[in-house]
């Protein structure tokens, strides 16, 4: 009943085969491997474009990194106030971008909203030396609240940004989980949207330590000042066949949409049920996470059984499901309640 | 016939078996998990030591890391002019510092002499406001040239520079293989010569990526100050249980320094080799690597033959080792040219 | 009629006659002048304390390199969400702190409540890595609203944020207003009331170009890293006598405190006009500066006679008196709407 | 007799005149007056081109900022080992290019030569990702020796450099030195000979303290970054025009060439007379600089006559002459040792 993060989830078998398989004799170092170059050819396929890819250990490197590209040191990127970007990752974005700032916009379930998006663009003047324009919007999918924005608010917010010359990016370290609950396309969701940049995850869904990040169109011309930059923070592993690997695997045959789909349902149980025990769910849950408040009782029950989760600051109790979530698990933490 | 590195060769079977093994049911994340503690005790008993010890997945990360510590935005680091972390991280030091300034000695085989750091440390006026001061020597071990600082040299050059005020890191990408030729403990080649942080790397010796950052005695109170920089550098990996579990199988037994052994015993029967092939040996072997001058007909004669290795810009040629070098693939190479 | 800014006045004669006194014969440069002791000595007088100072020529350098030496690249500067150092200096605090979040607290005329610090510094987690801590508390004194924290708001804010750990800057650009308008003395003001290091500026209120950052108590100690990191951000001017002649002048016979009275005083007879003329203050008056909000037809009136002001993104209108607003000057422009 | 450096010289009572001159009035600040407008328009006119400028304090402003237009924070800067901004700055162009790399290059009286520069740019290689490429080659005018390039010579450098893809930057702290000594113009010296931006320094010369960048060509649209720079940095002051005040009064009618001359002559005759004493010159003398040689007797004996000079680490001995030093001072010197 471990529902504190789906970090804490082993890797799923199948990525463990691929990467004991990669183990196979000498490979070019530093990415001038086989894997990661099919591994590439297989996101091409999957978001139906020519792309650039990269491959990192972990989200905080890939949304770090890609900002950097996208953000100079004088500039700024919008997120949600809640961002992970913002809160989660101990200005690696500012980090990485030399002093870029991270400005935050506000918006009901951690999602930026067109108003507030718009508000700010709206007295943003690039040409005032003495304040800092925004370079960049950043989108995450899934938000800090465990929600997503639809198409339609991609589309919408990303135009907004275009029109007053920022680029989008998109924190997918739970993009899986998004996907498939909007039935979207991975092309759709990204750059038929208007995602720039797009931070891909696979760790969180499965995989030992695998993210990714994706150059679109144009954007793809700025493949050699991302390599530049990832081999100057440390993340271009010498024998990166092992993270190129976990991505093919996760690839293959759909696994990737396969996981998500199993953990979004472990969620959808959970609320449901928690809902039935009484529970007032903070947040429409469109995801593998549940933000759920509960009266004292009912966490202390939870707890003393077993059960693993986050208590947020405001009061409420986060629940992530992972790709590995069981209807047994979701039973067991559910009897405990009803 | 794969001499290009020691990147190039794959992980160990007990690695693979190691990372398999902690691949099972949920476990804490960003470091919080048994194998990292596990990992942390077991290099305490290896550097008979009490110390404070960090995971990262590249040589780049742990060296930069390592020396942001150590180095302020103003300060400066001392190495050798060919240094790896001059010369190969393309600028990570000066972005994990804030502009730091890498400041190159001289000495042949890529080995520091202790009069070029008399010298410098003899003009250098910390008082000075408008010159840098350094505050770290960084020794490499192996150095680029394949050799290696013997203990009287390190305690010469760490007492040196710690009476200028300096604290001493050790750039131990290849500690391994240096360890093996000197026969000191891991203690006597570190905080027993004066070396205040250790960057410590199993990735080249056999695993599949896997650098520790080692703070020695009062040097441990940084540790704080480390994971913050490591989890914005992106280098907090969220199952950090893969990193650690293959440090275990590493110190396991004593693999690290057996796979070493192996490395070096082919080195040496290589360099042997190619002096009776009538190669010039361009610097002394004192670990896996072996810099070797021929005439173009015998480079000309390896590589067609399909050996992999690097040209130098001086000239020679590199032949790098692993811990998975068989006889016999001395033997063939050698067969081209004997 | 130019309301526009303080910083559009010229510089105070006396100012200009102790700049042609000190242009006699050789000084030592960079700082090692007897204007620039004499500068500090007069400081340590004024404040009744020992303190540490130096000079630079700009606000923003002042403000910038105050917080560099406060703030770590992995910490936060709490201010104000409309603090200038947030919103006015093109990320200057972001640039010399290598990356240091700038973290924007509410509150209303632009001065930061006890309630909203209280609330942030509840929740801070010092040892949580994930998040960036804060390490300092700005103040604005004079506030981007014209307003000014009274002692007891100082001391308290100042006392929440030791009791958390922080350290106090106050951004005095406008001291010398808020002082006049409490009729506190600089120190009780300063150290008395808990602020660390102040940006204290002369620039607006009369010089030439000249402010001054000054250390208080044992913050001393860090003067040789302000000294490194002012050479390094290029702000050690090699003829500094002329910079610190400046400060000479403004401290002499209490002149920056006489001018920043007349300014003040022109302030308050611009509002009281203003008021009777129909118009409505945004924030109370407690400085040189009037925020109000008259009807279309008054702010054309006023343009059309030629004076100059800045029109505020909400709507308002900002006016700004100097050391030579004259009483003419207010009677002129309030004519045209009276 | 204080022949320490230039920059204790006071200014020129023209640039006094022009100071109090400007003092007349409110103007625009953070350099949207008049007087910065007409400096621009004539330093237009004496590089007989259209150009972007901008204007700051010291000349470490000036080159970190220039370089950091030129620079990314992954690339490096070729210069002389001994050059200002590798020794003198503190890391300012580190700091300014968030930890770009300043790369030394060896020659004889400081001067880069030819042979250093190409076997340099030989061995680079853009696309090999571990490694920083130079994007920027700095040459001094006047070098730290006092010697000056000759046309021939920047115009062979500059061309290799712009054929390797690098731009082309001068530090021209002592400029005027340099020019007057070479008879070429001042558009000669620079675009004309392939320098792509300028550090022009008239501190030095007589100014009290004013600097330009100047950005030729298709550099000018390097201007609004410069310009956010400058802002970023605390480089934009509120009340410009007193900078480009003396900028003008060191330009009207050539007093900066009369000035530097006046200064050359004074090195020029001194040199002579240490060579009639017994003095080795250490370097050719190509502007105000004289490094000499003596025994330690002379040395002795003109301090002992309350002589103010600098002793260089070699042991030889830097004599600095300014726009004030006279007749008599070069022949009380003499005396104490003739």
Redesign the interface.
């Known amino acids: 009943m ?1 529902f ?2 789906d ?5 799923h078998p199948a990525v ?1 085969t691929a ?2 398989a990669a ?8 990415g001038a491997d086989a894997w990661s170059e099919t591994a590439a050819e297989a996101l091409c396929s999957l978001f139906e474009s020519e792309l650039a890819v990269t491959f ?7 949304n ?2 890609a900002l950097s590209i996208l953000c ?3 500039g ?1 990127i919008l997120c949600h106030e809640n961002a992970h970007i913002n ?6 974005p ?9 400005m ?1 916009l506000a918006g009901a379930h951690d999602l930026i909203t067109e108003l507030a998006l718009q508000k700010f663009l709206g ?1 943003m003047d690039r ?1 005032f ?4 324009p925004a370079d960049v919007l950043s989108l995450s999918q899934l938000s800090e609240a465990g929600t997503a924005y639809d198409l339609d608010a991609i589309k919408t917010l990303c135009d907004q940004a275009h029109r007053a010359g920022l680029c989008c990016h998109m924190d997918g370290a739970r993009f899986a989980n998004a996907l498939v609950e909007s039935g979207a396309s991975a092309a759709q969701m990204t750059w038929k949207a208007g995602i720039d940049v797009l931070s891909f995850g696979f ?2 869904n499965g995989a ?2 695998a993210e990714t990040i994706i150059l679109f169109g144009d954007h793809a011309k700025r493949f ?1 000042a991302l ?3 990832r ?9 990166q066949r ?1 993270v190129a690997a976990q991505v093919l695997a996760m690839l293959d045959g759909g696994l990737w949409v396969e996981l998500a789909g199993n953990a979004n349902a472990a969620a959808t149980a959970l609320a449901e049920g928690f809902v039935r025990a009484g529970g007032t769910l903070e947040h429409p849950v469109q995801g593998n996470e549940v933000f759920v408040r509960f009266n004292d009782g009912q966490n202390e029950a939870m707890r003393r059984a077993g059960a ?1 989760f986050y208590g947020w ?1 405001d009061g409420s109790a986060r629940f992530v499901t992972s790709w590995n979530t069981t209807e047994a698990d979701v039973k067991s933490i559910l009897a405990t309640i009803l």
Chains 1, 2, 3, 4 share one sequence.
């Open positions: 471990n504190a993060s970090t804490t989830a082993p890797a463990m990467i004991a183990n196979d004799g000498a490979a070019a170092s530093y990192v250990s972990s989200g905080t490197a890939a770090a990194l100079p040191p004088d700024a809160r989660d990752e101990r200005g690696a500012e980090f990485y971008t030399h002093g870029g700032k991270v935050p007295s040409d030396v003495h304040e800092t760790t969180k030992m330590g050699n390599e530049a930059r081999k100057r923070g440390g993340h271009m592993p010498p024998k092992y693993q600051p």
